[in-house]
């Protein structure tokens, strides 16, 4: 035994299950975690659910994000996917595979990153089941779930000619402060090396937590729901990827109009994992507070997106099994 | 690319996303694949969820199963984990983390075995959503959801004193199965290679079936819920073991009769991974059909499990952190 700080190895599951359950907080669910599976209320008869995970190397390096940084991101991710629905997310379950040597500590701030996020984005969520696993690579899988509350879910395909394409939250600040990690606290050999935020501008820092701790305005997915947004989707890959896809999945094309995404559009039109909600709305004029019109909806025609009347040059997006290195350091 | 077998690397996730989409037959969720999340009914107002993983290494190794094996298996290990609680499955949702060089076919032959084990073991569930990521690690996350159909949830806690110790599946078998493996397949250097079944018997090749593709009689978890079972669990990791857990979630103590566990009592106390369900019931003389008695629960006493009046002897169960060795091949 490590003393206090023990590895993940050298405690039983259930001793390991007991020290994360006492950071959870309370369970607001039926029967919460404990039992075979959980029991969640859906009041209105439906059940909102995804999944999402965060692997070591391609998602994340442990140089540069903390444990807590990793549960606060492993949730964000998926609330965002639940309030892209227009629902409000009531429960998460967390699968973490994780080696033999990981100290019991960083699963404890993988739980406490997990509890923030939900208090912080997604009040009255909490983690109600899980998984344990020993892998020799760090993955969290995390599913959450959520309910409508009433009301119909918007799908990515409900965009019509004449809608205003709007966005709830940043865009292009994670993918900045992506680039800034790899720019800038990297060794010479390329190996990522913890970051010093001191030697970062508040503008820089703003980047950073973005990219690891990523603070999207979920409770505007039901608000957006509400307005009347016809179309909904999170911005996880890039906005002129999931444009294309939302033009996609409604059979039309979109208008981007950069001059509305701020000084730097080039990130904002490119990068990802900002999670900001994007939707379409019949009518400009209501548009819930938090959403600003980036563009509009035009009939399907060659092209599925346009920036300011032209293609996009680049690769539109990020692509998991494209675009990262996963033996990058 | 290599041909029509593409490597996972080679192809851009929405391209594998259509080739799993079209082997996952027909979703009956209100909303299915391919939104920001799955939406699915709940027609009494709850929903059952849990969550479980496969890793290559701990829990299973590529010699020895099939990929279609691995999608079984990591369906039937969840789908236990909601027929336990007396819950009708209904979705699930597949976060799957795979090396770049993955055969696009390895990942349908996972979506076969996924789809193959609900219509077997629960018709009308069915893949609702998922998530593909690179990972060094293959990694198979499942998340189950079910319906109680107005029924209360049977948790583990509701056991006492009097009441009938049952079961309903095989008992052992996965683990003789594991055995053979360990024992009979693998090469000089204790590396796994391929099970020649010609070398079976048919007893042996029933027990290496329930190890790679596990087959509980899950539909008897409503119908022991609607027959008044007051705990019920599925054995994952052991007879004994999991029985002490349900002891301790009631505070009782169960007395298992050996000789009701049939021929090879040792493997049926220690084995893991059969997912047969374990229930208790007030009136031994109403078993569900498929339930057979092996136990009682007494008050509880100085030991949560005696088997024949006896403790246990050996560990009790698996616990993946400790039992596995997860460089053995």
Not at 165 to 188: E, K, Q, W, Y
Not at 233 to 239: N, R
Not at 302 to 310: F, T, Y
Not at 312 to 320: L, M, R
């Amino acid at each position: 035994m490590s003393g206090s700080d023990p590895t993940v190895g050298e405690l039983s599951e259930g001793a390991i299950l007991r020290r994360i359950l006492d950071r959870l907080g309370a369970s607001s669910a039926l029967v919460g975690p404990g039992d075979d599976a959980a029991v969640i209320a859906a009041p209105d008869g439906r059940v909102v659910a995804t999944v999402d995970t965060l692997v070591h190397g391609p998602d994340f390096r442990l140089a540069w994000s903390t444990a807590f940084d990793l549960g606060w991101k492993a949730a964000a991710v998926n609330l965002a996917d639940v309030a892209a629905m227009g629902a409000r997310p009531t429960a998460l379950l967390v699968a973490l595979a994780m080696p033999d040597d990981t100290p019991v500590s960083f699963v404890e701030g993988i739980a406490d990153g997990l509890r923030a996020a939900c208090e912080a984005l997604a009040p009255g969520c909490a983690v109600e089941g899980g998984d344990l696993t020993v892998s020799d690579t760090l993955t969290i899988a995390v599913t959450a779930l959520g309910v409508l509350d009433g009301a119909a879910p918007v799908l990515r395909s409900g965009a019509r000619p004449g809608d205003v394409l709007a966005v709830a939250g940043p865009l292009g600040h994670a993918s900045r402060g992506l680039a800034l990690l790899f720019d800038r606290f990297r060794d010479a050999a390329g190996h990522p090396v913890v970051a010093d935020l001191t030697t970062l501008s508040p503008a820089e820092r703003i980047d950073l937590e973005a990219q690891l701790r990523p603070r999207p305005p979920l409770e505007l997915g039901p608000i957006a729901a509400a307005a009347g947004a016809t179309a909904m989707m999170d911005v996880s890959d890039g906005l002129v990827l999931d444009v294309s896809r939302l033009a996609a999945a409604s059979d039309v094309s979109i208008w981007i109009d950069s001059p509305a995404l701020g000084e730097d559009a080039a990130f904002a039109l490119s990068g990802g994992e900002d999670h900001a909600l994007l939707a379409t709305f019949a009518r400009p004029d209501v548009l819930p507070v938090g959403f600003h019109p980036i563009g509009r909806v035009e009939p399907a025609g060659e092209h599925a997106v346009l920036v300011d009347g032209h293609t996009h040059a680049g690769t539109g997006g990020w692509d998991p099994y494209r675009d990262w290195d996963a033996h990058g350091g």
